[in-house]
């Protein structure tokens, strides 16, 4: 018999949602000692599902019908109190933000000794220190006593799956556990699940929505769409030999590596950045110096006419702060940022403005980067009528940008709140098109974004790119994205770029250490998603 | 526009304070607007015997030491009251807005200067200084708005400050300045409309607040004397309270409701601003 089993599990939603149902007639089991991944896009309901076993359901969300059975229990049918005592104990959870998850006034060994008081389990310092052992932290003593703003993103999520597994719970559940965290992290942090996994024997619910995980630590695989499972099976056969048109669909959305590039372009350099350099200052009072802490130190990079520079790396790296100064956001104490012949850095800001036409940004985040109070037509019309065009003309150009990006002409007179962010990325993407620039800046464009609303993005952006001759600075964190859409890559780590080049060379053969350990650490590096002439 | 017009007025009316709030505040206005018409003499004018009872000689709410009518003395004062209240309100607001903005945006240095500056008048407290401006530049409609202005914009220029260091490096923002905006452009077009709720109940709380430093003012007889308002009739009939209670206890509902009425308008508005709480409901 399974350790746990779901059975035709219905959760509705409040009335007047897009749907009537966050899940429909859900079914599946996780063995003692399986990694079961649940993989679907954003509002596909797999959070809904796992917080339905915790009994962690929002109290709008009503289960219409199912069992959820546990150690011969209907978790469905106990009191609170009996809930209560099995979260934790026998079934532990991570979540997705180790930023927000840990109480920032409490020191992290009393935060694990409180999981074991609570359940009556002692939570003597002996065994807190066991489990931060447990989860491979340097130095317990320090890590116990320290509180949690003193660790870093992967740290606090170690003392999480800590606390989950102070009580060696059945089951663990990992509601996207690695989603905010950097690639080089994420590989440690499931290679740390999967080695605690196979110690204890636990069974683990893993939710994501990255396919790369799924491929690294799966053993079965079940996706979800609009709240319903499509597709289950072994992680080899879903993977490799996808049956359902969606799962075919969303593998082959994910970005493959190395396409082939065209041959090194020749044209003359469009920019050029030579010695850049950052820094913030943190802290300092009137007479007391702050601490330098140096964004991007001697950044050097030549963008070529017609080419996609990839600037990638992980948080903190400096790849934004580097965009950032191109377009003067931030402003650089040293270096050159020569755009054709005019040193950009030197410019002041009422000459920038013919630059402003010819440079242009898309932004990460398409919930942050749209005006909520303006029209669409209007965010995309504000370029042009900055620049001198009137407004009728600009809208008229606005309606044409909308046809460009494939959104419908009726967009225009909308509010960005009513667009998905797909949809708002490509409102961002009309609005930069506007000025009909001639070097375009991807700050992250497509993080945001679902695997498969990413592909058709990034599909967009490389048919543009190519229609309208762009030279594009991409800044990603996912070296997947990168090795799909540049030609060439620049790799960062703490603001210094460590290796330059052709990106298929870079990636064959990465010759820094951190070149070699952030290609290491994509996760599912060794899947090749098939090649699927169906989807 | 419309529907979000639409949203914004069934949430704010769904709190049921707020609803009350809204009706008294239009009954306060009525009366401020018809008191020529109901009242059509001076309320400084006698009209009767002094010390008359509620009810008594066509004197609804009775009549003062000088035989002059306490209800049109409210229904007329209500128009001073609403008057300053409003007025001050708008100075303030600007002023705050535009100080508040200013730090915002720019930062650094000019940030550190100006709010200095504020708190420099948030140190001093506001009545006496109020009580101090009012009585070097005499007392009229004009000396006592600009006194209430000046004590009451510093919550302004702080709370636009605060929205403005937020949003400043929001993306939409960054956005369009790459997009060669010029600073006026960013500033009203892209952040103001985007800080503006919280001044909206801000301003609504703040017309309470004027109306009772008004209130106060006259009561120590720093009203204008050409204006009957509020604070002067409790002020007047302080020293006669045993034997003319209704002289001082009207004025004083009157004050209660009307800024009980605003405050309620103010957590409404508070309410139906707010997305998160407005969901939740």
């Not at chain 1, 099995?86 to 000794?113: H, K, W, Y």
């Not at chain 2, 008191?35 to 003499?41: D, E, I, V």
């Not at chain 2, 006259?218 to 002289?247: E, K, T, Y």
Request: glycine letters at 10%.
């Amino acid at each position: 018999m399974s350790l746990l089993t779901v059975e035709n599990l219905t959760v509705a939603l409040p009335p007047g949602g897009d749907r009537a149902l966050a899940i429909e007639d859900i079914s599946f089991t996780l063995d003692a000692g399986e990694i079961l991944c649940i993989v679907g896009e954003s509002g596909s309901g797999k959070s809904v599902s796992s917080a339905a076993i915790m009994g962690l359901l929002p109290p709008a969300l009503k289960v219409v019908q199912g069992r959820i059975d546990f150690e011969g229990r209907d978790l469905l049918g106990l009191k609170t109190a009996e809930m209560r005592l099995l979260r934790g104990s026998r079934i532990g959870m991570i979540f997705q933000e180790p930023m927000t998850a840990l109480n920032p006034l409490m020191r992290v060994g009393d935060q694990i000794a409180e999981v074991l008081k609570v359940h009556g389990a002692g939570g003597s310092e002996g065994r807190v220190r066991e489990l931060i052992e447990a989860v491979q932290l340097p130095d317990p003593e320090r890590i116990a006593r320290s509180y949690p703003h003193l660790l870093s993103g992967g740290q606090r999520q170690r003392v999480m799956i800590a606390m989950a597994l102070a009580l060696e719970p059945a089951v663990l559940i990992a509601d996207e556990p690695t989603t905010a965290l950097d690639v080089t992290t994420q590989m440690q942090i499931l290679g740390l699940i999967k080695e605690v996994q196979a110690r204890r024997g636990m069974g683990v619910l893993f939710i994501t929505h990255d396919f790369g995980v799924v491929a690294e630590i799966a053993d079965r695989v079940a996706v979800m769409q609009h709240g319903r499972i499509v597709e289950t099976g072994p992680a080899s056969e879903v993977l490799n030999r996808p049956q359902h048109a969606y799962t075919r669909a969303l593998i082959a959305a994910v970005p493959r590596r190395a396409r082939a590039i065209e041959e090194a372009p020749k044209g003359r350099p469009v920019l050029e950045l030579i010695g850049v350099k950052k820094t913030y200052w943190r802290g300092g009072a009137l007479f007391a110096p702050g601490i330098a802490v140096p964004a991007v130190s001697n950044a050097d990079i030549v963008l070529r006419k017609g080419e996609t520079l990839g600037l990638v790396g992980e948080s903190g790296s400096g790849k934004s702060t580097l965009a950032r100064c191109v377009v003067n956001l931030v402003h650089p104490e040293q270096g050159t940022i020569r755009f054709h012949d005019t040193d950009l850095r030197l410019l002041q800001r009422r000459h920038w403005k013919p630059f402003r036409q010819r440079i242009q940004m898309v932004f990460q985040d398409p919930f942050a980067s749209l005006n909520p109070r303006r029209r669409v037509g209007d965010i995309i019309a504000e370029g042009p009528v900055a620049h001198g065009m009137d407004r009728p003309a600009a809208l008229r150009r606005a309606a044409e940008l909308l046809a460009l990006v494939q959104l419908d002409a009726g967009a225009a007179e909308r509010f960005p709140h009513e667009f998905s962010g797909g949809q708002r990325q490509r409102i961002g993407i009309a609005r930069a098109l506007a000025l009909e620039p001639e070097l375009l800046i991807a700050d992250e464009p497509v993080s945001a974004l679902d695997v498969s609303v990413q592909a058709q993005i990034l599909a967009l952006l490389e048919d543009l790119r190519q229609r309208l001759g762009l030279t594009m600075l991409f800044i990603t964190h996912d070296l997947r994205v990168a090795a799909q859409v540049c030609g060439r890559v620049a790799v960062m780590q703490r603001g210094v770029i460590v290796e330059q080049g052709r990106t298929a060379e870079v990636f064959a053969s990465p010759q820094h250490p951190y070149t070699q350990s952030l290609l290491d650490s994509i996760p599912g590096r060794h899947w090749l998603p098939p090649v699927s002439g169906t989807a | 526009m419309n529907r979000i017009l639409g949203e914004f007025l069934s949430t704010f009316l769904r709190n049921k304070g707020a609803a009350v709030g809204f009706v008294v505040l239009a009954l306060v206005g009525v009366a401020a607007a018809t008191a020529g018409f109901l009242f059509p003499f001076s309320p400084w004018d006698m009209r009767g015997a002094p010390f008359m009872q509620p009810g008594e000689m066509d004197f609804l709410l009775g009549s003062d030491s000088l035989g002059r009518d306490v209800a049109a003395g409210i229904a007329y004062g209500a128009r001073v009251s609403l008057l300053i209240g409003a007025v001050s309100t708008v100075v303030a607001v600007v002023f705050g807005i535009t100080l508040g903005a200013v730090a915002g945006y720019a930062g650094g240095v000019v940030d550190d200067a100006i709010m200095r500056f504020t708190e420099f008048f948030q140190t001093v407290p506001s009545f006496l200084l109020a009580v101090v401006l009012v009585a070097i530049f005499s007392p009229s409609l004009a000396s006592i708005v600009a006194a209430i202005a000046i004590v009451s914009w510093p919550p302004v220029a702080r709370v636009i400050r605060a929205e403005f260091l937020s949003l400043r490096s929001r993306e939409f923002v960054q956005a369009a300045e790459v997009l060669g905006r010029s600073r006026t452009a960013i500033v009203f077009r892209e952040i103001l409309p985007n800080a503006l709720s919280p001044i909206i109940v801000l301003a609504s709380l703040m017309v309470a607040s004027a109306i009772l430093l008004e209130s106060g003012l006259s009561f120590l007889g720093l009203g204008d004397p050409n204006q009957i308002s509020w604070g002067f009739m409790i002020g007047a009939g302080r020293s006669v309270i045993r034997i003319a209670w209704w002289m001082s206890v009207f004025p004083g509902i009157a004050i209660f409701l009307t800024v009980l009425a605003l405050n309620l308008v103010g957590e409404g508005f508070s309410d139906a601003l707010n997305p998160r709480l407005a969901r939740r409901r």
